[in-house]
Nanobody, 128 residues
Framework: QVQLVESGGGLVQAGGSLRLSCAASGRAFSGTAMGWFRQAPGKEREFVAAITWTVGVTYYADSLKGRFTISRDNAKNTVYLQMDSLKPEDTAVYYC?????????????????????WGQGTQVTVSS
């Protein structure tokens, strides 16, 4: 079992930055990948970014490349999402998720159905 707890959400003005954290606990994380998803009101949950825990290979939604950066601190069992140049359309609940995988690269990192564990979410609101 893996427990995930997000933090760092809040209210920010357009153009500002936020860093979200996801603290993971439970089973050993070698062989897992961590992802961030977001869900805006009335919309489906969408992929933001993912990172493999051991090697640190990263994946991003094409529309967010260059503004969002995912990273991890193995010693702290924590994954981060640095969000820069925020826009009102980035307003959403942001969720951290974990999945098991084998090999070096993730297959379909954007597929939320492949993630086994989810955090409770943290609200990000970007004002114009």
């Amino acid at each position: 079992q893996v427990q995930l707890v997000e933090s760092g959400g809040g209210l920010v003005q357009a153009g500002g930055s936020l860093r979200l954290s996801c603290a993971a606990s439970g089973r050993a994380f070698s062989g897992t990948a961590m992802g961030w998803f977001r869900q805006a009101p009335g919309k489906e949950r969408e992929f933001v970014a993912a990172i493999t825990w051991t090697v640190g290979v990263t994946y991003y939604a094409d529309s967010l490349k260059g503004r969002f950066t995912i990273s991890r601190d193995n010693a702290k069992n924590t994954v981060y999402l640095q969000m820069d140049s925020l826009k009102p359309e980035d307003t959403a609940v942001y969720y951290c998720a974990a999945r098991w995988y084998s090999g070096t690269f993730l297959i379909a990192p954007e597929n939320r159905g492949k993630y086994d564990y989810w955090g409770q979410g943290t609200q990000v609101t970007v004002s114009s």
